[in-house]
């Protein structure tokens, strides 16, 4: 500050007096703000008791409904606020960008942002999203842990959890025993392709969720605790080499390479595997298609071991805009979004997974997810994808070098070499 401060006084003979006050208040407010950010205080649960006036809330497309039927029974609830839903667009993509162009801006359109699992360390890392640490504290009881795991970034939480997704196994009841490792699900397609094993192998962000996965449920890791670069090891070449094999060996139809999640669903519908990889949405889906009531649902299989295996944590997580003028307002409705009753709401009606457990017992939600009793084996088990600021890099160094050891291109232990520099490239970057 003292630095600046000098600058800024010598400016004063060059731009004159007035000219270079305005210029020195403006660089200071900055300068303050900046280390506001960096070190504010964490939110206080309790003002959201104050809460009043509007509210504004960013988040995706509202295909479903759910956003605006949030907002409706927020502003039921609340009658000293006036809750309302700005679409960013349909793609995450979209989203983001729009998010960051505001933020760039310090816009206050927004009191509080949908985020996606992986955003939350690139846009912290900005300073952009206010801490919710002790929101979190008074909520973690509740939580599913793994849940609040996706909003953890240098030691704070910088948003809540409102819904929650991992994967699933899908298989053939009429066909198969429910498989209790990797292996043995592999070993149904190797013995009959008929029986193989459906999953998203396309070059993109769905091919980095496939391939952790099977890298968690093998104990790897991509980063280790200090955020250093770990995956180039024995693990990763086992799960590298496994994944390859299958392929090879007929475990798994080469057109998994250009599957996306709703092509593994018709290709499951159609008979084409026996067992797959999916997400909750694909169950109400099969329940309307040739194979109804002969399919069920389970956590993903362990690795060498019966026993569940690791998913990948997906989902919506909300956060408070740093900007925001009505900090309280955006308080309360996280705390709407995320309490018991809404939770219920959101899986009864939406068959959205409730991040918070209690629902999971809830008569309509097991009613509307006849499995979700195995969603929530799932979803405690499940991990978060790596953290980091620049998570979209990282992933792409995973689906790119994972998607040439599945096409043959490279080998096993070439590929962990290759993904390893990759990602620490992408570290390099920040």
Avoid at 346 to 368: F, G, Q, T
Avoid at 406 to 412: F, H, Y
Wanted: proline fraction near 4%.
């Amino acid at each position: 500050m003292m630095l600046t401060q000098r600058r800024l006084l010598r400016a004063v003979t060059v731009i004159g007096a007035v000219s270079a006050l305005a210029v020195a208040l403006t660089a200071c407010s900055d300068a303050q703000n900046a280390d506001n950010v960096a070190s504010g205080a964490p939110l206080d649960p309790a003002l959201a008791k104050s809460a009043k006036g509007d509210i504004t809330v960013c988040g995706p497309t509202d295909s479903s409904g759910v956003w605006k039927a949030t907002m409706a029974a927020f502003n039921k609830a609340h009658p000293g606020t006036t809750a309302n839903y700005v679409e960013l667009g349909a793609s995450a993509d979209d989203q983001l960008q729009q998010i960051t162009q505001r933020m760039q801006t310090k816009s206050n359109q927004c009191d509080v942002f949908r985020l996606d699992v992986v955003w939350t360390a690139q846009l912290a890392a900005q300073g952009w999203l206010a801490d919710m640490s002790k929101v979190i504290d008074a909520k973690l009881g509740k939580l599913i842990p793994s849940t609040a795991e996706t909003l953890l970034y240098k030691d704070k939480y910088w948003g809540v959890p409102f819904y929650s997704n991992t994967g699933l196994l899908y298989y053939r009841t009429d066909q198969t025993k429910p498989p209790q490792t990797w292996q043995q699900l592999y070993s149904y397609g190797e013995a009959d392709a008929k029986k193989g094993f459906l999953y998203q192998a396309s070059q993109s962000e769905s091919l980095t969720v496939s391939f952790l996965e099977l890298l968690y449920s093998a104990g790897g890791q991509v980063l280790n605790d200090k955020g250093e670069v770990a995956v180039n090891s024995p693990t990763t070449v086992e799960v590298l080499t496994f994944m390859q094999n299958g392929i090879n060996k007929g475990a798994a139809p080469k057109a998994v390479l250009t599957y996306d999640e709703d092509a593994t669903r018709l290709a499951f519908e159609s008979g084409a595997g026996s067992t797959m990889r999916n997400y909750p949405y694909a169950y109400a889906a099969g329940q309307k298609s040739d194979i109804a009531d002969k399919f069920a649902v389970m956590p993903l299989p362990g690795w060498k071991t019966a026993g569940n295996g690791v998913g990948v944590l997906g989902g919506s997580n909300v956060a408070v805009s740093t900007f925001s003028k009505n900090q309280a307002g955006a308080l309360a409705m996280v705390d709407f979004m995320t309490g018991d009753a809404w939770q219920e709401r959101i899986a009864a009606d939406n068959a959205l997974a409730p991040a918070v457990s209690a629902a999971y017992d809830s008569e309509a939600v097991k009613k509307a997810m006849p499995f979700s009793q195995e969603l929530l084996k799932a979803l405690t088990s499940a991990k978060s994808r790596p953290v980091s600021p620049v998570y979209p890099q990282i992933s792409q160094a995973i689906y790119q070098t994972v998607g040439k050891v599945l096409s043959g291109e490279v080998a096993p232990q070439a590929g962990a070499t290759q993904m390893a520099d990759k990602v620490a490239n992408a570290l390099r970057t920040f």
